[in-house]
């Protein structure tokens, strides 16, 4: 072996002092040849490594997405209930520790033909409270799920027989109420707004605070903003109306834009409705033949139903685009001004764009608008 060959050279045979030192230097090498195999073969043990606990990742919010919930309301004998009150509750879906849930209502009223219709409801348990004149209050309980559209079976109301009992009733202002609260959802393609569109056969008329409401709410909706602003730069980039160029012209016709849009929403929607006692709502027809539905959108275009349910000539509408285009010659440039023709040229032109304008009502716009109600009764 090459350790025994080191140890018994020639070099090592006789007792010479060289020879002892040759001895002395060689044997530490010699002994650390010997043992390094045992090195190799039995390696240093390494301590042991534990890793470190790995902390939980926080839990991500789940997203919730609302969801509707569809019903139809009857008595006894299937009679549907009209003006029923439906008044929906849940319990909030992430209540902390030290706070109890808090309780949220939605509510709304049934139909004619006692259907009703609840949006934007939040996944979930809910409750809902059937409170009808005449009958026992009746309370239906359930789960919705994410994004589910939720059609509950036929709610029978049972006539009450108490001698003593409380009624909860919605005044015609309450009903109105809840009716353009409903309105106000409706967007064409869930975006452009769509608030004067009735799908209710039989409206409750407005209350003149609630003309202001609607005309007040359309006036500042961001969308409409934004439509105008679009309508000025168009102008803009067609050098429409003698305003030159640059901010300074930008600022001036969308200023008139937005002016002919305030004008012809508060006189034509709020003021002379108000002072003719008028709707100024188009209402959804939905029944009848293409022909029949078609007549009755273009007459809507120069006749209104009356606070009063009766049809009548739309005065309001008539008039109000006459002062909003006499209006404008107060700020249009002195060369873009429009003389009496003009002003009147104008009106039968905002009256031909009216007929358009309920024709795609009729036909196209309620399959591009969500927030209706599922099923809409003809109007008269």
Known sequence: ????????????????????????????VALVLYLLPFAASSPAQQPEHT???????PAMPIPQTQGSITGIVTDADDASISNARIILTDTASS?????PPQQKALTALTANDGSFILTSIPPGPFTLTIVATGFATRQVTGQLQPSQALTLDTIVLVASSATT?????ATQTDIAQAQIGEEEKQRVLGVIPNFYVSYVSDPVPLTPAQKFQLAGHTLIDPVNLILNGVAAGVQQATDTYAWGEGVEGYSKRYAAAYGNFLTGTLLGDAVLPILFKQDPRYFYKGAGTIRHRALYAIANAVICKGDNHHWQVNYSAILGGLASGALSNLYYPAPNRSGVGLTFEAAGFGTAISAAS?????????????????????NP
């Open 1 to 28: 072996m090459r350790r025994a060959g080191i140890l018994h050279s020639s070099t090592l045979a006789g007792p010479h002092p060289n020879h002892a030192a040759a001895i002395c230097r060689l044997l530490p």
């Open 51 to 57: 890793p470190a606990p790995t902390a939980p990742l």
């Open 95 to 99: 209540p902390t520790e030290n706070s």
């Open 165 to 169: 009992e409380i009624q909860v009733t």
């Open 358 to 378: 309920n024709l795609l009502q009729e036909f196209l716009i309620p399959k591009l608008t969500p927030h209706i109600p599922p099923k809409a009764p003809p």
